[in-house]
């Protein structure tokens, strides 16, 4: 499986102070999936500090799709702490 991040960013839940991660995924895998579960992790220098799943469905090859991913662990003033994030798929089918 093969897909491609783009436009990761980081913003505030306009309803409560939690973090929000957003971005677009695009697959490149030359392959149609009815559900690919991904997994987010965000790090504090090597430490993880939120690892959460989202879901696309009917994601067609080729397709960019963009997404959108509350991290309700997380106050949204930690945001300049983050490090880096490792985003993979788990699962697709």
Request: net charge positive.
């Amino acid at each position: 499986m093969r897909f491609i991040y783009s436009n990761i960013e980081y913003k505030k839940h306009p309803e409560e102070d939690t973090l929000v991660v957003s971005g677009e995924v695009t697959n490149d895998a030359g392959k149609h999936y009815n559900t690919v579960v991904f997994r987010i992790i965000l790090f504090i220098r090597a430490i993880p500090v939120a690892n959460v799943n989202f879901v696309i469905h009917n994601f067609y090859a080729n397709q960019t799709r963009p997404f959108e991913v509350r991290i309700p662990e997380l106050s949204y003033k930690l945001i300049s702490r983050i490090t880096r994030y490792e985003i993979y798929p788990e699962s697709a089918y």
